[in-house]
């Protein structure tokens, strides 16, 4: 994929994430009035979501005494393997945590969908809209109506129906909840929320040797070549659009950065703010005042600086502009103060969902040394984050969740595993530990949990999924042409199909797990009738599943389930027709996750990006542990969230399709 | 009056108002502030009492209020409301006629009290843990000068310095270590200079900004010691935080609160006091 295509889909898609509004429960069942009689009040139960925390590292620390907190909790309660999501991606899987519904009933099947009439893609979890009204004066937009953003989650959240019955919820940071569900407790958004530009992340890099950058595929960032003149380098800081203008321009802010003559440090003036760095030293918060209508109207937003190299070249980078807690320019919190009030006690914090910078790392406009501080002020911040929620516990329901480990898995796997392509084993000597101590990290999390247990307390620490080392790219889409479901107009790699004769192709792949019959009456140009579709399936499950990786023999796809035997009810207009389960080491290229047809079929992943849990179910499990036993030797996801309702005494509604899992 | 003898003087007061601020220097700053307003608005009612015209005062204001009497009365009649306007607004004057003099009188209160206000609400000290941007000015060019920076116990310096010949500046990053009063010293050509740097939780006089004698540095800054005439040093400042005052859940300025509070008391003092305003 070029550079361009990345930043085109990253703009595409980013355009659906801004804005806020909370889809209503839609299948809300009645709840036994009987809870709320039961619930005295004196009921806890603490939830610790790890998100990527994997059972086979989790043991063999455990096993090496690092992870003494874990031990216990092990020992003296439960610890097993969880049953992940269809695929096992982190809404797909937190979605089905929070509504304790299947993909079919939620509606998250993958980070993307597309719309079936033009095969364009979308972002799965949340939708935005403008003002539907306006009236233009000259070069000025008068909005007559609001904006509106949509969670595109179906189903109610467990905490709601807490709510009902009457139990206090705190829920920080949750994956898939933005923006945050209508709750009258608190409540934090987490993954899924946007930055200032409405992308998961939009970094910049100012440099004076742009040319480094020039054959990566920078994805996610702008590297923005500057001029040093006498020691002096002006620039400006791209914040969002002005949807108060015609065209919508961007709203930029000026800045400055003096270089001293000698010494590695740097004072950037921005706004009325002054700042010194340090060459390899991240700012404090800076907030920064995006001015839409000169007096009447602004937004505000907030980044850290990181001066990474001041000579022979100037590097300066600047973080993805999050939304200011103290200030917010959209939802993230219920109520809406709580981020703000938040904010005064601990310091500012990420507020974007994905807080670190793993596209940074990717292109290295960050290097391996300033990532990890990065990722550090990150798990401080949480760490504060979490400390304070935990002090502040009284009653009901606390969820915290932890990105962290989820995030460094994917992007420092190559640090700790020798067989892959990107391996350094000097590199990985110095930083392999990093990992490992984020793991050790949560185990410092879960002793201050334990230390708040009491007798009503049920504590329950748990994972999305786990990580599988991502060796191999698999181009999905290239293997149905070279099979003949798919016939192209032209031999180029094309993107969002642009190069697809969708008359004479059968099936197509969208997403990183998604396979789709282009069906006669759904789809806009869909050629295989209904009755086909079945049949089709099948040939295609079994052709896949015979996949042999040419260099290494090794089995690439583990297992393709079919949507309509793996979810209970399925929207075919949504879900895709099969999920591609892929086998260990291997995963759907970022090509195949947006339409396009590279020539090779598998290739090495050469990226930092270098582990993965977008694979077949069984080869992620993720983990639960709880200071309760379990009766159900192979709990599942779906079965922690009627499992949460029962320990407050609250019949779990029929749409919630798993079993209990805790013994009575 | 004296350079000297007016840091000297600004001294005294600085003290006798640090002294009367101290009971509430570890509690929120509403409570100090608000101590104060109450405080001066009493007094700037007994000194408008004793400096202005209070007969003539009210007799002015029942003229007034006859006139919209007659306002009201004659409401059909153009001519004598046209009339009674006219004779309001030259009352009006009259009346703000004898507020002038007690108005100056009560102006230079006030300016003393919003300079030592100022210096206590406008900003706030470090608090162990942060940082703060410290910018030295310099009378002359700086490629060649050469300028040192210490930082006594308590502080720590966090960045080298960082040179802007273009300004004539140099500016460092300092780091609060521990409370108490620390100190910055400047050494230029093996001249030290040294500027006091307060890191506290508690509410203290901070001066953001230290130069040589001047009618303005002394008359804000009170209790300050110049920086010597014979250095090429014009000026040290810091870039503080800003004291937050937090009135339930409205962040205010602090001039805000002073004038509302201050005028509130005045005003529902003034009759215990029998005092025309």
């Known amino acids: 994929m070029t550079d361009m295509d990345r930043r085109e889909f990253l703009k595409l898609i980013g355009v659906g994430t801004v804005g806020a509004a909370v889809a209503p429960a839609a299948v809300a069942e009645a709840v036994g009035k ?188 702008r590297i923005v070549p500057v001029d040093v003149y006498r020691d002096t380098v002006t620039a400006q800081i791209e914040g969002p659009k002005n949807s108060f203008k015609k065209d919508e321009p961007t709203i930029a802010i000026d800045f400055t950065v003096h270089i001293d003559p000698e010494n590695p440090v740097a004072k950037i003036a921005v706004q009325d703010q002054e700042i010194l760095l340090n060459v390899g030293e991240f700012s404090e918060w800076i907030h920064l005042k995006f001015v839409a209508v000169p007096y009447l109207q602004s937004v505000s937003g907030m980044c850290r600086f990181y001066l990474k190299q001041a000579r022979p070249n100037f590097e300066f980078y600047v973080s993805p502009i999050n939304i200011d807690p103290l200030d917010p320019a959209l939802p993230i919190s219920t109520p809406d103060d709580y981020a703000a009030k938040l904010a005064r006690k601990i310091g500012c914090y990420y507020t974007q969902g994905f807080p670190e910078d793993t596209k940074a790392f990717s292109v290295d406009a960050l290097a391996v040394g300033d990532y990890l501080k990065q990722t550090a002020i990150v798990l401080r911040e949480r760490l504060a984050m979490y400390d304070l929620a935990v002090e502040e516990f009284k009653d009901g329901l606390l969820f915290f969740y932890f990105c962290s480990l989820d995030q460094n898995s994917h992007m420092l796997w190559w640090l700790i595993d020798p067989k892959h392509p990107i391996y350094e084993k000097e590199v990985a000597q110095k930083y392999e530990h990093v990992l490992y101590d984020i793991y050790a990290a949560m185990d410092k999390v879960l002793e201050k949990a334990l230390r708040k247990l009491d007798e009503n307390t049920t504590l329950i620490v748990m994972s999305d999924h786990g990580f599988a080392p991502f060796y191999r790219c698999f181009n999905l889409n290239t293997w149905l042409k070279d099979n003949g479901y798919v016939t192209l107009t032209n031999d180029e790699e094309g993107e969002f199909y642009s190069n697809v004769n969708w008359a004479k192709t059968r099936a197509y792949a969208l997403g990183l797990n998604g396979l789709y019959i282009n069906q006669r009456g759904r789809e806009g140009s869909g050629i295989v009738h209904p009755s086909e579709k079945d049949a089709l399936l099948d040939e295609i499950a079994r052709k896949l599943e015979e996949v042999r990786d040419p260099s290494t023999g090794e089995q690439v796809i583990f297992r393709v389930y079919k949507t309509k035997d793996a979810y209970h009810t399925a929207d075919e207009r949504l879900t895709p027709d099969a999920i591609i389960g892929y086998d260990r080491g291997y995963r759907a290229s970022w090509q195949t996750a947006i339409g396009s047809f590279p020539k090779e079929l598998i290739v090495n992943n050469d990226e930092r990006w270098s582990g993965d849990h977008c694979v077949a179910t069984e080869v992620v499990p993720g983990i639960l542990l709880s200071n309760k036993k379990l009766k159900n030797p192979n709990p599942r996801l779906l079965d922690l969230t009627p499992s949460i309702l029962l320990e407050f005494g609250i019949q779990p509604p029929e749409n919630m399709k798993g079993q209990p899992v805790f013994e009575t | 009056m004296d350079n000297q003898l007016m840091y000297v003087a600004n001294l005294v007061i600085t003290r006798i108002f640090g002294a009367l601020l101290s009971p509430f220097s570890g509690l929120s700053p509403i409570w100090g502030l608000l101590a104060v307003s109450v405080v001066t608005g009493i007094v700037l009612v007994v000194i408008f009492k004793y400096t202005s015209n209070q007969a003539a005062i009210r007799k002015t204001k029942e003229k007034i209020s006859a006139y919209f009497l007659q306002i009201r009365l004659f409401k059909d009649d153009l001519g004598l409301m046209l009339d009674a306007q006219k004779r309001i607004l030259r009352t009006n004057l009259t009346y703000m006629k004898y507020s002038v003099v007690p108005m100056l009188i009560m102006l230079v209160p006030v300016v003393l009290i919003l300079i030592q206000l100022g210096i206590r609400y406008e900003n706030r000290p470090l608090r162990p843990g942060e940082s703060a941007v410290v910018k030295l000015k310099f009378g002359e060019p700086i490629e060649a000068l050469p300028v040192l920076v210490e930082a006594s116990d308590g502080i720590k310096l966090e960045t080298p310095l960082l040179r802007l010949p273009e300004d004539r500046e140099i500016d460092v990053r300092i780091g609060a270590l521990s409370e108490g009063e620390h100190h910055l010293v400047v050494v230029i050509d093996g001249q030290r200079i040294t500027t006091p740097v307060r890191v506290s939780n508690r509410i203290e006089c901070v001066y953001p900004e230290r130069e040589k004698y001047a009618f303005a540095g002394i008359l804000f800054a009170p209790g300050q010691k110049p920086l010597p005439q014979d250095s090429p040093l014009e000026s040290v400042s810091f870039i503080l935080p800003r004291r937050e005052l937090n009135v339930f859940g409205l962040s205010v300025h602090w001039l805000v609160f002073f004038f509302v509070v201050s005028v509130a008391a005045g005003y529902s003092l003034k009759g215990v006091f029998k005092v025309q305003v």
């Open chain 1, 34 to 221: 009987s809870a709320k009689s039961f619930f005295t009040g004196s009921k806890k139960v603490i939830i610790l979501g790890i998100d990527g925390m994997d059972p086979v590292i989790l043991r063999k620390m455990m096993d090496e005494g690092r992870m003494p907190s874990f031990l216990k909790l092990a020992q003296d309660g439960s610890f097993s393997a969880l049953g992940s999501s269809v695929p096992p991606q982190s809404p797909v899987a937190w979605s089905d945590f929070i509504t304790g519904m299947d993909p079919g009933g939620h509606g998250i099947c993958d980070f993307i969908h597309r719309e079936p009439e033009n095969y364009l893609p979308f972002l799965s979890t949340s939708k935005a809209e403008g003002a539907k009204r306006t009236w233009t004066l000259g070069d000025w937009v008068i909005p007559l109506s609001g904006g509106e953003t949509t969670l595109l989650r179906k189903g109610r959240a467990f905490w709601q129906i807490l709510e009902e019955n009457g139990i206090p919820t705190n829920v920080i940071k949750m994956p898939a909840n933005f923006p945050p569900a209508e709750s009258s407790g608190r409540s934090l958004s987490g993954m899924g929320t946007p930055d200032m530009l409405g992308s998961y992340g939009t970094f910049t890099l100012y440099t004076t040797n742009p040319a480094k950058y020039e054959d990566k595929d920078v994805t996610g960032g």
